[in-house]
């Protein structure tokens, strides 16, 4: 898909932003990825996070407490 200058491209982040933004270690990252409840995609070697997917995955998890 090609996006125009003034279209937004999906924000992704790396494992270590994942790392910071959800204030986890790796361990933790990657068991979630593993057991597939944290939405991630691997190009090569390296995982790769959508924002809004994490922002979402986020929402659902507060919903599941309450």
Known sequence: ??????ETRP???TT???LDY???TSRTI???IKAGDL????????WRFRQ???DAWLDRQQANMN
């Open 16 to 18: 270590d932003e994942v």
């Open 52 to 54: 809004s997917d994490l």
């Open 22 to 24: 959800l204030k986890v």
């Open 39 to 46: 939405p991630a995609v691997r190009i090569g070697r390296q």
């Open 11 to 13: 924000a992704f982040l």
């Open 30 to 32: 990657y068991r979630l």
């Open 1 to 6: 898909m090609r996006y125009s200058h003034a």
